[in-house]
C-alpha cells in the first residue's frame, strides 16, 4: 500500500504511510490477533487494510439521534483516511471505536455485501475454477471431481487425492476477505462488533 496525504488540526499536511500487513509472498496477514488485546499501532495497520473497502466503525458509548427521531441508536461512522494518519493518533477514544466485520467462521457461512448474498469460500473457489459447481461440506468447499478447497490460518489450498497445494494468488483472494469485511486479523469477540448479529438500530454519523 503506498502514502497518502493527510491534514491535521493545525493545518499541517502530513504524509502518512498505510502498513502493509500482507507478507512479501502474498500470504495471510502476519499479524493475527486472537486472545490478545490490541495496541495503537496494531490497531492501525489493522484499519490500514480495510480503509479501501468502506469499512464500518460503531462507538462503544456514544449513541446518536437520528432525523429528528427521540430514540437514541449507536453511533456508526465510516473509516476514513483521516482516521489513520491524523485522528487516531491524537483522540484518547481511539479504542472506544470498534470495526464492523464478520465472524471468520462466516467463511462458509451466507454473508451479504453491497444487497448480494453469498458464501465467502465458494466464491473464492470461483475465482480460481470459475467452470466448475461447489457446495459446501463442513469447513470445506467440494466440487463433484473430487477436489477440496479450504483455508488453513493465513493462507487457501487446493487438496485432490492425495495432492495438495497452496493458490497462488493468495494476496487477492485476501483482498475479498479485506473488501467483504471478515474478521482475518481474528480479532477477539469483545474487540469488533459481529456484523452477522449487528443490532441495526444504530445512527450512522460522520465525526468531526
Known sequence: MGPF???NKFGIVNQFILADVNNHEGFGPLLTFKNKT?????LLKIFSAY???NL????????A??????ELRSWVKPLEP????CLFPHR???FDWKPILYDLSYLTKEIEHEGK?????????????PQRRFKINGSLVVDNYGYHFFYNQNSFIWVHGLKAHTVINQRQLFGKLYEWHLNVFQLPKDQFINKATLNRGFCFKNIS
Open 5 to 7: 496525504l493527510c491534514r
Open 38 to 42: 490490541m495496541n495503537k499501532e496494531e
Open 51 to 53: 480503509l479501501p473497502y
Open 56 to 63: 464500518k466503525l460503531q462507538h462503544n458509548y456514544e449513541k
Open 65 to 70: 439521534k437520528h432525523n429528528g427521531e427521540t
Open 82 to 85: 483521516l482516521d489513520l494518519g
Open 92 to 94: 484518547k477514544d481511539s
Open 117 to 129: 448474498r453469498f458464501i465467502p469460500l465458494i466464491e473464492l473457489a470461483k475465482i480460481n475454477a
